[in-house]
């Protein structure tokens, strides 16, 4: 029973990491010029824009040896719905979070993400400044991208919680082919009250099996 209730406990706490994850903007449900926001929470991320605006793109073609194709993700400096420039930057932050439950925070080693970007706006230096950070907020560091298209962005180290990317151009930027490995999901913390509360039955079940062992070694004695 002791041994039931361990592996029962292991089961809760254990979540098994997801598989690497390919966003190329073209998934279902994704329409041109739809703000990207929570569409794709179901794969583990969320998109959140500050100063701009982050819209599926697709009428305008790349530099011909650039990798974004097709659909991508479009983010204006000055909003392109309102057509008002606030002067501030674009701000877009992408949280991994648990795909079954988006309020729940995920992280992925931040070895296994890549992109694509493409900013023909060169002033000013850096294009695009992108910060990574844990869980907890903690700076794990920060790409600066210089020229007009870089393919499969990689260089980012750590548990990945959100990346951050910052524009203070004028044109945005595009983002495309967003890659990243396996996804793991913090546990919330009903999860460690129902551990604790496990554990304390364990304990219990323990003291009771050793108690009547007690009892039965004396009556046989
Ligand atoms: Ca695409
Ligand atoms: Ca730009």
């Not at 992925?108 to 493409?118: M, N, P, Y």
């Not at 604790?196 to 009556?219: F, T, W």
Request: glycine fraction near 10%; include cysteine.
């Amino acid at each position: 029973m002791y041994l039931v209730i361990v592996a029962c406990l292991g089961a809760i706490l254990w979540i098994p990491p997801l598989p690497a994850t390919v966003i190329t903007f073209e998934e279902a449900g994704l329409h041109l010029l739809d703000p990207l926001s929570t569409q794709l929470a179901s794969l583990g991320v969320i998109f959140n824009i500050s100063g701009g605006a982050a819209l599926i793109g697709g009428p305008f073609v790349p530099p011909a040896s650039s990798a974004v194709s097709g659909r991508y993700l479009m983010i204006n400096t000055c909003h392109y719905l309102a057509q008002t420039c606030s002067g501030t930057p674009a701000v877009l932050t992408v949280y991994f979070v648990a795909p079954w439950d988006s309020t729940l925070p995920a992280y992925v080693d931040g070895s296994t993400i890549s992109f694509d970007l493409w900013d023909t706006n060169d002033t000013p230096l850096p294009r695009v400044i992108v910060h990574a950070y844990d869980v907890a907020g903690g700076h794990l560091g920060t790409l600066n991208l210089l020229s007009e298209f870089v393919n499969n962005v990689t260089g980012f180290t750590g548990p990945v919680h959100r990346l951050v990317f910052v524009d203070h151009g004028a044109d945005g930027h595009v983002v495309d082919n967003f890659r990243f490995g396996a996804l793991t999901a913090v546990p919330e913390p009903a999860s460690f009250l129902l551990v604790g509360a496990g554990l304390v039955l364990a304990g219990s079940y323990r003291r009771r099996a050793a108690s009547s062992n007690n009892r039965a070694r004396k009556l046989g004695s």
